[in-house]
């Protein structure tokens, strides 16, 4: 059974950092997707950034590049998203999600939320101003 656990959302000033963490467990296989999406209310969930680890690969929301970062720490399999330079348009709940049986043959995660089958419980993001 996958399970992904995240943490780390906060309430910040803009032009402030946060890192979110993401625990994940019961992969059966080291090449998967993992990915950090956000929702705030009245919208859409937005893919923020992917990460396919079969090839190290990562993909960024144009309104987030240059500014957040994803990574893996495949030893404890967590996936961190750090997030500077933050703005109000950030404030959202952030989920981590995770794909483990990707379509064979990908060289990155497309961060389409419906692409991915195992989703956290959500961590909040508040930038005030």
């Not at 209310?41 to 929301?61: I, L, S």
């Not at 970062?69 to 995770?98: E, F, G, H, I, P």
């Not at 961060?111 to 961590?123: A, E, H």
Request: aromatic share 10%.
């Amino acid at each position: 059974q996958v399970r992904l656990r995240e943490s780390g959302g906060a309430s910040v000033q803009a032009g402030g950092s946060l890192r979110l963490s993401c625990a994940a467990s019961g992969h059966s296989s080291n090449k998967y997707c993992m990915g950090w999406f956000r929702q705030s209310p009245g919208k859409e969930r937005e893919g923020v950034a992917t990460f396919w680890t079969g090839g190290d690969a990562a993909t960024y929301a144009d309104s987030v590049k240059g500014r957040f970062a994803v990574s893996l720490d495949k030893t404890n399999n967590t996936l961190y998203l750090q997030m500077n330079s933050l703005n109000s348009d950030d404030t959202a709940t952030y989920y981590c999600a995770t794909e483990p049986s990707p379509v064979a043959g990908i060289t990155i995660c497309v961060p389409d939320s419906k692409l991915f089958r195992y989703w956290g419980q959500g961590t909040q993001v508040t930038v005030s101003s």
